[in-house]
């Protein structure tokens, strides 16, 4: 049956009502919970280790007190998988050898005791080394039995292991199988490709069952030596999996009684000291410690606490345990003392019954005393007064005659004890099984908080067990919390369940004592992403782009830099590019591989939502309040500095939770623009969502309209004004539609020294801008385009002279004093372009083969130079590898054959350095594509203005020849018959020439 908590059913009705459930009289009768009751005639016996005094000397080292793997090393020589090494010392820093390994394996799978005969049965006469000698093959060969060893991997047993090593002799031993059926596997750990191929998968097995782990900086390191005592913590995480084999098993509970007395047991006087322990499931377990005063001989455990190593003198009333048995002995017991066992039972729930959790406050404390024949019971009644509003009474009743107390379970602190404990005033969490029977009642402090992350994990139990919700918090800690069904969760400003909510996602949390009230989120991606354990995430919108760093707006509001390098991948829509995409007010998600570094591996950035596609100005003819649609009458689009009309009459935009309205400096609603806006004029910037036009910004103009292009000359963002160079001084505020790189942004992104095209409402001697359309930054997306003649060629590298690079959208003088050398690979794009009639792919053979160098190409017409060249214009990544390279024979644009015009290399210098100087980048939208001639008619187009580093805008369309152009996008060869309308595309070009041309 589904478990349900009771928890705050309204937000209102928090501590300050407290008050108000106080007045409620304690003699008006309540609903009343009782003390689970213990029942001792049915719990189970069990005796300590015989041997255990034996087991503690072996389990106590002399050089493991400072390591920080004592507790794993304790636990594991308890279960007898480890020993001493030398003397009384593990030497837990010493790498542990492969021999040793497999040793480990053979025990951990319970094949000690087959080792031990068979060399007890063949090592008589032996000397010591060679019965040493005889233990390591006997472990290797029972390893390979069991199926942990190959027969080939048998040998350097004495050499250190390495991880790879161990988990993949742990992954047999545990009988681990790779997930080869999912072709999708993601593999968490980084440096995956520095493993052996057939071992990835069981690798990944092993590091998903939490048994190894990646390294802090998200590598396995496969090739690390492991020392000894991280080889105990590994055997400690694999150690359960073997228990059933082992005739081992463990459990957990609280020590609700311990005391001793003298028994005779076969004639002899037996100190007997048992440990009543309540265990998880309700039922109750004694642990027997004996003394035998005759034969001394002690039933015994080792017990582990606080980092030091014991027999069971250390175990206390009210001590949280875990308590581990093989054969029906209790050989080791670990005493926490951390609420884990308290938290365990807080989870534990029974199938067959209705449990519900309660919070609230202690109010009133009331003892009676009632006199009834031979004696009297007191009873001791505590009123609760619960943050939804209800009221109970929890009774304990002591018969004093027979001397039983009923008492509750009670947990104050570090204290473990009964009704005695509390005090008015107490703020409690408890559990109620059957509407009647309070299993545990613990005392803390009302703690609220509001937590914000990143999702980790969403845990639905299909057994009704208890909802909960893991989170990365800003703060770089993992958290995890109960969600009770009736909490508030709100996605996107939606009603919303916890299902819908998927990892990755940003989530602000309103806490209170550990359960979850009301969860708000927002997504703008439909796939979330992947965060690996080890790392972190962040969202925001990016305020500002530098060459190795980005600041961003966070979503608390906070500001954070970031940094950026050649690991970095930048993705938008699926697709990978170089860093020079982002735009200030691109929103984004930074994924991080470490928590503790600022430098991001990964840049998700809100792909088309965030582009903004059109912007229209028209009059409001009609608005759907609950379709979320408004209709334009008279709609028309801007194209960079003018208004062009659109074909339709009537326009029909679509809102989501994200559009904006604004009138001055007021966000209107639908409602209020059906209302009170009808047949005004709005400006409104609109994305692409999916193909459909979505509204981003909207606002209504107030006054006339003035239009302005100008540079800004002065910014103050205390009055949100601006000054133009010709003096006008222009209003803005947060309903200005600021359009920067085809972004929508903040308007605090208005700058000095920029180009502006402004749209203005003029009222009562004031310019409010509508509309601020920003130019003048310069896209760096051709920075690694290079033009070249081939000098000399190898077999993986080219030779290019006259070499020139594009920087900041401006080719670098032609240097002709040095060779630069570049590399080509198997995938390199290679076009030869001499013909355009006949343009030839070739590969990289040819390319070596074909006679390109200058000196292979000697002049026959007795034109120009003696030696004619092949010019290229080529796409490196980085390091200098060429992407994508087209070649011309004599000349670098079609009917311009250079290399028969000029009589020396000097005026080959000054001619390509003339072409270079008269070419233009441009930038624009792709509206029609003619396959006939090879070219595209580009709108809203921009050109570079090298004297003063800014955009200009055009006013006209322009027709661009792409044929013979290098295409790039997301850092690779585009071919011209992908080109699409409607994308936007950078173009070098020499008139109508296109040089390269690079697609955002």
């Known amino acids: 049956m589904k478990k349900t908590l009771a928890v705050a059913l309204a937000l209102c009705m928090l501590i300050s009502n407290f008050a108000v459930y106080g007045a409620v009289d304690p003699s008006i009768p309540v609903p009343e919970l009782r003390g689970e009751a213990v029942d001792l005639t049915n719990m189970t016996s069990i005796d300590a280790y015989d041997k255990g005094v034996e087991l503690l000397y072996n389990s106590v080292f002399t050089d493991t007190s400072n390591n920080s793997y004592k507790r794993e090393i304790t636990r594991i020589a308890a279960q007898g998988i480890i020993n001493r090494r030398d003397g009384e010392q593990f030497s837990p820093t010493l790498y542990v050898s492969r021999g040793d390994t497999l040793k480990y394996m053979v025990r951990l799978l319970g094949n000690e005791g087959a080792v031990n005969q068979t060399v007890l049965t063949n090592s008589q006469g032996m000397d010591s080394n060679s019965i040493r000698s005889l233990y390591q093959d006997e472990y290797a060969n029972s390893a390979v039995n069991s199926g942990v060893l190959t027969q080939e991997e048998i040998g350097n047993l004495s050499e250190p292991a390495t991880k790879e090593d161990i988990a993949v002799w742990l992954s047999r031993a545990l009988g681990l199988q790779p997930d080869y059926n999912n072709q999708d596997i993601l593999f968490t750990y980084k440096d995956w490709e520095n493993v052996v191929p057939e071992n990835r998968a069981i690798i990944e097995e092993l590091l998903k069952s939490d048994i190894m782990e990646v390294d802090n900086d998200g590598n396995f390191k496969a090739d690390r030596f492991v020392t000894r005592g991280e080889m105990a913590y590994i055997l400690d995480k694999a150690s359960p999996s073997t228990f ?70 250390i175990i206390n009333i009210g001590d949280e345990i875990q308590y581990i048995s093989m054969n029906n002995q209790v050989f080791f017991v670990e005493v926490f003392g951390d609420n884990t066992v308290l938290e365990k039972m807080r989870q534990m729930r029974n199938d067959d019954t209705n449990t519900k959790t309660y919070f609230g406050t202690v109010n009133k404390i009331i003892n009676e005393r009632t006199y009834m024949g031979k004696g009297y019971t007191e009873t001791t009644r505590v009123r609760l007064n619960n943050y939804d509003g209800s009221v109970f009474d929890v009774v304990v009743d002591y018969d004093a005659v027979n001397n039983i107390k009923n008492d509750i379970n009670v947990f104050k602190g570090n204290i473990y004890g009964g009704v005695d404990l509390l005090t008015e005033g107490d703020a409690v969490e408890y559990k109620v099984r059957d509407n009647s029977t309070l299993e545990y009642l613990n005392v803390s402090d009302i703690n609220e908080e509001t937590v914000r992350g990143n999702i980790r994990n969403i845990k639905i139990p299909e057994d009704g067990g208890l909802d909960s919700i893991t989170v990365y918090d800003y703060d770089n800690n993992i958290r995890e919390y109960y969600v009770p069904d ?180 007021d966000m209107v609603n639908l409602d209020r623009l059906d209302k009170e806006f009808k047949n005004e004029v709005v400006y409104v910037a609109v994305k692409d969502s999916y193909g459909k036009e979505k509204v981003a910004k909207m606002n209504i103009q107030s006054g006339g309209e003035r239009t302005f292009e100008d540079e800004i000359q002065n910014v103050n963002g205390v009055l949100k004004e601006f000054e133009l160079e010709n003096k006008s001084n222009i209003n803005y505020g947060n309903g200005t539609i600021v359009v920067k790189q085809d972004r929508l942004v903040e308007p605090s992104n208005i700058m000095k020294k920029r180009t502006a095209f402004i749209i203005a409402g003029h009222n009562s001697g004031n310019n409010n801008a509508n509309i601020v359309r920003m130019f003048g930054e310069s896209n760096e997306v051709f920075k690694n385009i290079h ?214």
């Open 244 to 313: 059933a084999q082992r005739a081992m098993t463990s459990n957990t509970g609280i020590v609700i009684g311990y005391n001793s007395n003298t028994v005779v047991e076969n004639g002899q006087s037996v100190v007997n000291t048992p440990i009543i322990v309540k265990n998880l499931d309700g039922t109750m377990t004694t642990i027997n410690v004996k003394f035998n005063q005759e034969t001394n001989k002690k039933n015994e455990f080792v017990s582990y606490e606080n980092g030091v190593a014991s027999d069971s003198r």
């Open 486 to 665: 009736y909490a508030s969760i709100d996605i996107n400003s939606k009603y919303g369940q916890l299902k819908d909510l998927q990892f990755g996602q940003e989530v602000e949390l309103e806490v209170k004592d550990g359960m979850v009230l009301v969860i708000k989120s927002e997504t703008f991606v439909e796939n979330p992403g992947y965060i690996p354990e080890y790392g972190k995430q962040r969202i925001g919108s990016v305020e500002k782009v530098y060459e190795d760093r980005i600041t961003v707006s966070l979503e608390d509001g906070s500001i954070d830099t970031f940094f950026l390098n050649n690991y970095t991948v930048i993705q938008k829509d699926n697709l990978t590019y170089e860093p020079k995409v982002l735009r200030d007010g691109d929103k984004v998600k930074l994924y991080f591989n470490d928590i503790y570094t600022d430098t991001a591996s990964k840049v998700v950035i809100e792909g088309k939502e965030q582009l903004i596609t059109n912007v229209y100005t028209g009059i409001i003819d009609d608005v759907d309040p609950f379709g979320k649609k408004i209709f334009l009458r008279e709609p028309y689009e801007l194209d960079n500095t003018k208004w062009n009309e659109v074909d339709d009459y009537r326009k029909e935009l679509i809102f989501d939770n994200e559009s904006e309205i604004y009138f001055m400096e």
């Open 787 to 1000: 033009i070249g003649t081939i000098e000399e060629l190898d077999i993986r590298s080219v030779e290019m002279a006259n070499h020139s690079k594009m920087r900041y959208n401006e080719y670098d003088e032609v240097n002709d004093d040095y060779l630069k050398k570049f590399y080509y690979y198997n995938d390199t794009l290679i076009k030869d372009i001499t013909d355009p009639r006949k343009e030839l792919e070739i590969s990289p053979y040819k390319f070596f083969h074909g006679g390109y160098t200058r000196e292979e190409n000697k002049d026959e017409d007795d034109k120009g130079l003696n030696y004619e060249r092949y010019y290229a214009v080529f796409y490196t990544n980085d390091s200098d590898g060429i992407e994508a390279m087209n070649i011309r024979k004599e000349g670098l644009l079609r009917n311009y054959n250079i290399d028969d015009e000029v009589g020396s290399s000097k005026d080959l210098v000054k001619e390509l350095n003339n072409i270079l100087k008269k070419s233009v980048v441009t930038k624009g939208k792709i509206v029609e594509r003619d396959d006939k001639w090879k070219r595209v008619k580009i709108t809203d187009t921009q050109d570079w203005v090298k004297s003063t580093g800014e955009w200009s805008s055009n006013r006209n369309d322009m027709y661009v020849d792409v044929a013979d152009a290098v295409i790039i996008r997301n850092g690779r060869p585009y071919e011209y018959d992908n080109l699409r309308e409607g994308q936007r595309v950078y173009i070098s070009r020499y008139k109508e020439d296109a040089i390269a041309i690079v697609l955002e």
